[in-house]
């Protein structure tokens, strides 16, 4: 079994939660309520920053041009089409950017940051492959239906599904996996446990966004 199953499979009931959640159900439905909208776009604009920090640090710890290359390219897409889809879905949405981070938010935020101050690739692909793999999990199935939603719904989607972002996933799963018998038991454990707790974080980032975070205006 790749490594990045096994981590999978040894965290299922967290992972079953955060993939097949309340909040994207009604995302995909087109029923979620707008002000729960805005605030899940508010504070995952919030997570972005950090994120491609993260991404960023593992493109410059990546052990050679050809590994790194996949990643410069998923950075341009957050950069670029990503970064836009926030700005037109705020606007679209009457909502200003938010200047707090909720708490599990700020979680979130702790774990990237500790995760490049490590140093260790491993650490930083771990979160990244939790980030990624999780968000097409419960996008890929549900791309047919992306096209009859607004836009603010259906690209969400869109941005986490089809063979671009599968290859993405592919790719951080790849570069896991491949180190993943080099490593020492420690480094191991390590991103395990940075593995466990991102996907953790994801569950929870979802049910604060279920309850309703707090809208900024
Ligand atoms: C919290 C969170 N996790 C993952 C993703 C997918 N890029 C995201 N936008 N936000």
């Given at each position: 079994m790749r490594p990045t199953e096994f981590l999978k499979s040894q965290c299922q009931s967290n992972w079953d939660a955060a993939t097949a959640h309340a909040f994207t159900d009604a995302l995909c439905d087109g029923t979620l309520d707008l002000d729960k909208m805005r605030g899940y776009l508010q504070q995952d604009y919030l997570f972005v920053e950090e994120f491609v920090r993260l991404l960023a640090a593992a493109i410059s710890n990546a052990p050679s041009l050809t590994d790194a290359v996949p990643a410069a390219q998923f950075l341009a897409v957050i950069t670029g089409p990503e970064n836009t889809y926030f700005q037109r879905s705020l606007a679209a949405l009457d909502a200003p950017e938010a200047e707090a981070a909720a708490p599990q938010t700020q979680a979130f935020l702790i774990q990237m940051r500790d995760a490049r101050l490590t140093g260790k690739y491993e650490e930083m692909l771990a979160v990244l492959v939790v980030a990624e793999w999780t968000y097409l999990s419960w996008a890929a199935p549900q791309?047919?239906?992306?096209?009859?939603?607004?836009f603010y719904f259906g690209e969400w989607i869109t941005l986490h599904a089809g063979p671009g972002f599968e290859g993405v996933v592919e790719y951080l799963r790849g570069q896991l996996d491949a180190i993943w018998p080099s490593l020492s038991d420690t480094a191991q454990t390590a991103a395990t446990q940075r593995f466990f707790d991102t996907v953790q974080l994801e569950r929870a980032f979802f049910d604060a966004a279920w309850a309703g975070f707090e809208v900024a205006r």
């Open positions: 791309e047919k239906r992306a096209a009859g939603l607004p």
